[in-house]
């Protein structure tokens, strides 16, 4: 390609990366009977090759009209913050280099200055504190004294077990545990993205008596996360099961876990076995407990129940508030509702009854207003992308609004209680999204029914490119998700953004097996994976060339990561002559290799009664339908038979029908599909002389890396721009 278009790219790129995403706000107490908004934001900082954070403030009247906004703060080397609730002290976990040297210290500030700060690594207490989204917690008691927090347990020193020993020990610790020979064990950790979490703690600072505790009542066989306290400062947090063996947590919310309570010293289960949970929040008044659940299966995601406990309720039973949804359920306004499939915000009650909450529904996200006590639902009304809820306090609503031509835009709701029942919450945009010329482009969603016997008929895609253009003069790509039980929503997208506008339109397909659509779509996968899910995806691009004219039959690519990278290895060997140009990032290729290499390898009903095969999220991990026992020694016949099913629908089998150029983007560290995937798919295409390219990068399964990003998004546009171009060369639309 020439170098004036790659620069072309390369300007493109930094346009979109400069575009800063919202990832939280919290509204604060008023202000001279104003509304207070804080939101944080993300932002590539290509120079750095890092992101940067940064906050900012907005200020509304009641009648939710801005009134002025601040200049961002930047807060990049604050890992966690936290205010008291009469916000006058806040609390900030920092990471700064020292002597190159990484350290953690956490200040307590004042309206003034700082207060106190405290050096962990000199106290010693415990290791790095947990900032991931699965554990993590930053929480001030009720009283406004104490932090609660989780962090990685301080385990006993070792030594080997020969080493010369200085011979005065007078300034040395005689009281620390050392032992000898423990060097080399083997540590777990919680898999993909969350390397280096072995085994988490609770933490409880006391900024009055200047301790810091590392509670030990939680069982060794659990680990602890997503703490809060109690009005009576007692802790309430999930625990999951990490014995016999870890399994990865990102992106799985299968793991067998409970909702414990910690009272006087002593552990106790408030949810139900063979359940898998998160999210614990109290309501206002501290008496009603909810949390999102569902039960323990080899499905990675599926749909959750809302739950609730009252906590004041001396029988104290859990109560289904909103249950698992098979396929669709009529809420208010007659409006179709599918399940949850998403998580609750850290403060979601806007008051003792009414409860917040957003999750995907087919190809959108929509927020809702649940009523506890009478447990019925209502849409919050919106017309326009994605909404999600960011933060709740009584009368005011912090969103997230968004879209595939629109990137991140806090929006304030202010409502009337009465308006709770109908949805209709006033909503104000606070910040204003760039301009980048995504307004000549159209997202439409589709859905397609198929006319057989299938149990589910229906799956959906998303067309996003040019609105109209002449007949058969738009190159398009076919782009499955991830997951598989993932699905794409109307959010904005860096990658997608940039394909559009360097000039391909993009299929988005949501196949049979995604989430949003029932408890019964998703479960509609198990035994029909790399059949079903690759059939949607060709249906698809066939239903897009009907309805979309401007599209090009003969110029259409394949672009997908993880299952998505699986779908495109699969279609481009059984509809060889159906695509042009491949692009797959870390694919599973081999399922019987990745079952014994992942994070998740987890088997369960792989083979069902008809011998049919279960894919599990990005590894196809699988295993006997009656019992996992078919694993135990000695039962070597359907141990065997396990395998070659494997083999069966994994896209290797396929790989000798291959006739499309192939790029293929691999993390040396990634976790939950071994780079080796994608090392044997580029070995056997170059051996059948397909062209192949095989970008390799240190980094894990997203590739979202500051360097890996650009370079492989760029290098991924590159290749389809060279193997779908028409005699001519293509060139970007975004030429500014």
Not at 449 to 454: G, H, I, M, V
Not at 550 to 576: E, N, T, Y
Request: net charge neutral; hydrophobic share 35%; charged share 25%.
């Amino acid at each position: 390609m020439a170098s004036i278009q790659v620069e072309k790219l390369v300007k493109l790129y930094t346009t979109l990366a400069a575009t800063p995403s919202l990832s939280s706000a919290r509204i604060l107490n008023p202000l001279n009977n104003n509304i207070v908004v804080q939101s944080k934001w993300l932002q590539r900082n290509l120079e750095l090759k890092t992101n940067q954070r940064f906050l900012l403030d907005h200020i509304f009247k009641s009648g939710c009209s801005e009134v002025s906004s601040g200049l961002p703060i930047d807060i990049t080397t604050e890992l966690m913050s936290a205010m008291t609730y009469d916000e006058k002290f806040r609390a900030v976990l920092r990471q700064v280099t020292i002597d190159n040297s990484k350290k953690e210290f956490i200040e307590i500030w004042d309206k003034q200055h700082l207060v106190k700060n405290y050096d962990l690594s000199a106290l010693d207490v415990h290791g790095n504190v947990y900032t991931d989204s699965e554990f993590s917690s930053f929480k001030w008691s009720p009283d406004n004294t104490k932090l609660l927090y989780i962090a990685e347990k301080k385990l006993p020193k070792t030594e080997p077990f020969y080493k010369q020993k200085p011979q005065d020990k007078k300034d040395k610790k005689d009281d620390e545990t050392i032992i000898a020979g423990n060097e080399y064990i083997y540590k777990p950790h919680w898999g993909e993205q969350l390397v280096g979490k072995h085994r988490p703690v609770i933490v409880i600072l006391d900024t009055i008596a200047e301790t810091i505790t590392a509670l030990s009542e939680i069982p060794d066989d659990l680990s602890p996360g997503q703490v809060i306290w109690t009005k009576e400062q007692d802790i309430i947090g999930v625990a999951w099961k990490h014995e016999p063996r870890y399994l990865g947590l990102v992106a799985c919310t299968n793991r067998a876990s409970w909702i414990f309570l910690l009272k006087d010293g002593k552990y106790q289960k408030l949810s139900d076995d063979g359940c898998a949970v998160h999210s614990p929040r109290l309501n206002p008044r501290g008496d009603y407990l909810v949390w999102i659940e569902r039960n323990v299966t080899n499905l990675h995601h599926y749909t959750q129940r809302l739950m609730l406990r009252d906590l004041k309720s001396e029988e104290a039973k859990n109560d289904v508030i909103v249950d698992i949804v098979q396929t669709s359920n009529t809420i208010k306004k007659e409006k179709q509702f599918y399940g949850i499939y998403g998580r609750l915000v850290d403060r979601c009650w806007s008051d003792d009854e009414h409860l917040f909450f957003s999750t995907p529904q087919k190809n959108n996200i929509f927020s809702y207003i649940v009523n506890i006590k009478t447990k019925t639902i209502v849409e919050v009304q919106n017309e326009n992308g994605s909404l999600s809820v960011l933060d709740v306090k009584e009368n005011v609503v912090a969103f997230l609004s968004q879209s595939l031509t629109q990137p991140s835009c806090l929006m304030v709701g202010c409502f009337q209680y009465p308006g709770l029942g109908t949805g209709d919450i006033l909503k104000l945009a606070i910040t204003t999204p760039p301009n980048l010329g995504l307004g000549n482009f159209t997202y439409e969603a589709n859905e397609y029914t198929y006319d057989n016997d299938d149990e589910i008929k229906q799956f959906n895609f998303i067309y996003f490119g040019p609105k109209n253009e002449q007949t058969k003069s738009v190159p398009f790509i076919i782009v499955p998700h991830g997951g598989p039980h993932s699905n794409y929503a109307n959010t904005f997208s860096l990658d997608f953004s940039f394909l559009t506008l360097s000039g391909f339109a993009l299929v988005l397909v949501n196949y049979r097996g995604s989430t949003g659509m029932g408890a019964a779509t998703v479960k509609f996968l198990e035994g029909r994976v790399g059949d079903v899910d690759v059939k949607d995806c060709i249906t698809a691009a066939e239903e897009s060339l009907k309805k979309y004219p401007w599209l090009d039959s003969k110029r259409i690519g394949l672009c997908g990561g993880s299952h998505g990278g699986f779908l495109v290895a699969h279609l481009s060997g059984q509809v060889p002559d159906m695509f042009k140009a491949v692009v797959a990032r870390n694919p599973v290729i081999d399922i019987a290799f990745s079952f014994s290499s992942s994070d998740i390898p987890d088997c369960r009903n792989a083979l069902t009664k008809e011998e049919k095969i279960t894919y599990l999220h990005d590894v196809c991990a699988a295993a006997i339908a009656s019992s996992y026992n078919v694993l135990k020694p000695g039962n070597q016949t359907d141990f065997t038979k396990l395998f070659v099913r494997m083999l069966e629908c994994s896209p290797i089998v396929h790989v000798d029908k291959v006739k499309a150029p192939t790029l293929i983007s691999i993390g040396t560290s990634d976790l939950r599909v071994s780079c080796f995937n994608g090392k044997s798919w580029y070995h056997r295409l170059k051996t059948n002389n397909v062209k192949t390219k095989l970008l390799v990068y240190d980094d894990n399964h997203q590739l979202l890396s500051g360097s890996a990003e650009i370079d492989h998004i760029i290098n991924d546009c590159i290749w389809l721009l060279e193997h779908l171009k028409k005699d001519d060369n293509a060139v970007p639309k975004n030429e500014e």
